[in-house]
């Protein structure tokens, strides 16, 4: 089920629309995030064929990060219409292919197999961790990488954005930081025994203020 696009805070960012149309065409440089997940994955010694699916992938620009470092299968999902819309347009400029873009919630994929599973900067943004992650184990994936708000306990913050489009600020949106500790034993109970913090390259541990609420970015990566 696609959510209700009048309450979704993607759906009412022109500017954050025209960067991503910008980073789908790969006219933009390289984020320091993608650059590390990409990193990070190509360090798996996956093979070429192996299929990634890409949680919360906007308009499909991490794409590009894969296919500098190796043939992947990149699929990507989110249920954010506009997104979709502009990255299978670029999806089609460049010779992609723009099924892989795939408008769905998580929630609602059947049948999608995954041998790892993406979730970069999404999971905050959701009431709790546990549903997209265990979606995402239904995939078949042996291998799940997150980047996300970690520290010490799992604060839920439920606030205004106040940087969309004219009209919109009154919307409200999740902003958690999630427990490392619960994380790492949910991650363990579903199978992945090897679970493993990565610090974050960029802000090195410390604290970002994203649209004025603190982020401790880093990476989870759980293996069975």
């Not at 192996?50 to 296919?67: E, M, N, P, Q």
């Amino acid at each position: 089920m696609i959510p209700d696009t009048s309450l979704n805070i993607w759906e009412h960012s022109k500017a954050l629309r025209e960067l991503c149309q910008r980073r789908a065409l790969d006219l933009e440089p390289e984020m320091d995030c993608a650059s590390q997940a990409a990193e990070i994955i190509c360090s798996l010694s996956l093979k070429d064929s192996s299929r990634i699916l890409d949680v919360g992938c906007a308009a499909g620009h991490f794409i590009h990060s894969l296919k500098k470092r190796g043939n992947f299968s990149y699929y990507g999902l989110d249920y954010s219409p506009s997104f979709i819309k502009i990255g299978k347009k670029a999806y089609t400029q460049l010779g992609l292919d723009p099924q892989r873009l795939i408008l769905e919630s998580i929630d609602d994929i059947k049948g999608l197999k995954a041998d790892l599973v993406l979730f970069m900067n999404v999971l905050s943004f959701n009431p709790d961790f546990r549903r997209p992650i265990y979606r995402a184990m239904e995939t078949g994936a042996n291998t799940i990488l997150i980047r996300d708000n970690f520290g010490e306990k799992t604060i839920v913050r439920w606030e205004l954005d106040g940087h969309l489009d004219e009209g919109a600020n009154h919307l409200m949106g999740y902003w958690n930081e999630w427990s490392r500790q619960d994380m790492r034993s949910y991650l363990q109970d579903l199978g992945y025994a090897k679970v493993d913090f990565i610090e974050d390259i960029r802000t090195g541990g410390s604290i970002e203020l994203v649209v004025g609420k603190p982020y401790h970015w880093a990476y989870v990566m759980a293996r069975k």
